[in-house]
């Protein structure tokens, strides 16, 4: 989907109270986010931005553009070179296009291993009935947010709606998780495209070329 600069200054708010110096901050991203046009921010990735910033970045995608990672997030085998390794993950409109629906637990799973105690998960996702429809299949809203936060070691940051998707903050304080039966009764099934962590691939690039 793509960072908007409101985007990033949500996530920024949310971190910088915890982490108010981001050199040497290990960072994942799940997709290897594009950066909408904006005249106060010249990077076109999420990688250059946050790089920029200080934090050692790693993108994943099947697609492997640009210096991401090759990785299925319905895969735990893909992930276990990084048990509690990051302080900031990113999930921003990709984890709602993993496939199968099984493996919607999995990735939220590979989300949370990944995670350091103490770490902050950041993601963004489909709000069930303000988010387009055909967007995807898979939907949420804050009662799915609130029920993966209550059954997990997670303490609550912070949520919020902007251009249609929710944003919405945890930070690490264990290794509970939630189970895959309690996080899937809450996931809203919808008609839509089926696809990897991105059905645009190479193509999403082109589309979000800054203006010039």
């Known amino acids: 989907m793509g960072y908007k600069p409101s985007y990033l200054n949500w996530m920024n708010e949310q971190i910088n109270p915890i982490y108010p110096n981001a050199n040497g901050l290990k960072m994942l991203e799940l997709g290897n986010q594009v950066i909408r046009p904006d005249k106060q921010i010249h990077e076109t990735t999420g990688k250059a931005y946050f790089t920029r910033l200080g934090y050692e970045h790693t993108s994943v995608d ?5 210096g991401a ?14 048990k509690n390794y990051f302080d900031v993950i990113t999930n921003a409109g990709t984890i709602e296009h993993v496939e199968p629906y099984e493996s919607q637990h999995t990735a939220f799973l590979n989300v949370h291993n990944s995670l350091k105690i ?5 993601h963004i996702g489909p709000e069930l ?5 055909g967007h995807c299949q898979y939907y949420y809203d804050i009662p799915f947010w609130d029920n993966m936060t209550n059954h997990s070691d997670y303490t609550f940051l912070g949520t919020t709606l902007l251009s249609r998707w929710r944003l919405y903050a ?3 304080t264990g290794d509970k998780f939630i189970d895959a039966d309690q996080l899937h009764s809450k996931i809203h ?3 839509g495209p089926k696809g990897g962590m ?3 691939g190479k193509d999403k690039k082109a589309k979000n070329k800054l203006k010039t």
């Open 129 to 133: 009935g303000v988010t387009k429809p």
């Open 69 to 82: 990672l090759v990785k299925d997030l319905s895969k735990l085998e893909d992930f276990t070179e990084f």
């Open 62 to 66: 099947l697609n492997g553009l640009d």
């Open 189 to 191: 099934r919808m008609k």
């Open 170 to 172: 945890v930070r690490k």
């Open 198 to 200: 991105y059905i645009d």
């Open 118 to 122: 103490g770490g902050i998960a950041i």
